[in-house]
């Protein structure tokens, strides 16, 4: 039987995306929006503090296209705190203007399929650091859960581990040409949520989105075992810029 990867499990993490009820917004009175836009720049100030503090890291982006409006990714040390900000935001008078369009539930992943034996990663500050990240507020944002396929010859939980550990170091080497330019961070959602992981991609020039996710098709793992679920791509909404992005 091919052995398990060990998994090294961090942060907990929401993606929340949300469609804007455009019509109702322009329905509601400027009193209401004002209400709405005040109390949601005061819970994202709030979190701004939670990640100075280190406590946890967030990111609000736009999203372009149909699929969504906005999405929040928020990461905290417990699946309590996240419910917590999920409900916060639920309750909260913006959230009168919004419809689920898309969520996914899962933790901050790193895998040890990179790391020498008898070593012990957890130990390693740099390692620790990854799995509770402050997310990049850089530009643009791609985010897509995705599988490993498991069809026929082409089933990657059939593989012995070794072979995986040399296509992921394969697929390492493609990922490193973007140190710099992208920033990805991998959560695991095996028994959370529909699909095995989430990408989360930042970039400052969008364009470099593109770039990797076309590159690592050509990866074997991506090209044989990779499957792939709705992508979400978006611009940096920030804190300050909100009431502009929602005038009416
Ligand atoms: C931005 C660059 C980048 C870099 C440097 C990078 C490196 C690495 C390393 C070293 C490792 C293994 C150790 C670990 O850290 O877990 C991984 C792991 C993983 N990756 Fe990755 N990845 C990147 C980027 C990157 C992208 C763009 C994608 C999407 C693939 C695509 O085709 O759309 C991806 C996927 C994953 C996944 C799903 C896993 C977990 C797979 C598993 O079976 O466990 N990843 N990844």
Redesign the pocket.
């Known amino acids: 039987m091919p052995e398990a ?1 060990e ?1 090294m499990d961090g942060w907990y993490c929401l993606h929340d995306l949300r469609k804007i009820d455009w019509t109702k917004w322009k329905k509601a009175s400027e009193q209401e929006r004002k209400e709405a836009v005040d109390e949601l720049q005061k819970m994202l100030r709030e979190w701004e503090e939670v990640s100075e503090a280190r406590d946890g890291s967030h990111a609000f982006y736009s999203i372009m296209g149909q699929k969504a409006d906005i999405i929040l990714m928020i990461l905290r040390p417990t699946m309590k705190e996240l419910e917590e900000i999920e409900l916060r935001f639920n309750k909260s008078k913006f959230a009168e203007f919004t419809t689920p369009s898309y969520s996914y539930v899962s933790v901050v ?3 040890k ?2 790391s020498k034996e008898n070593d012990n990663p957890e130990d390693n500050p740099g390692v620790r650091a990854r799995l509770k990240p402050k997310l990049p507020q850089w530009d643009h944002i791609c985010f ?1 859960p ?1 599988d ?1 396929r498991r069809e026929g010859n082409d089933n ?1 939980y059939m593989l012995p581990m070794d072979e ?1 550990r040399q296509l ?1 170091y394969e ?2 080497l ?3 040409k ?2 710099g330019e ?3 961070i ?1 959560t ?1 959602s095996m028994g959370f949520d529909d699909w ?2 989430s ?1 989360t ?1 930042f970039a400052k020039d969008v364009l470099q989105l593109k770039k ?2 076309y590159e ?2 050509f ?1 074997v ?2 090209a044989r075992y ?1 499957e ?1 679920g709705p992508f979400y791509v978006g611009n940096i909404l920030k804190t300050d810029e909100i009431p502009a992005y929602l005038a009416v």
Request: avoid cysteine; hydrophobic fraction near 45%.
């Open positions: 990867v998994t992943e790193l895998s399929y990179m897509y995705m490993k990657w995986r992921m697929h390492s493609t990922g490193r973007y140190a992208i920033k990805q991998i695991g095995e992981w990408v991609l990797i996710v690592m098709r990866d793992v991506s990779g792939f």
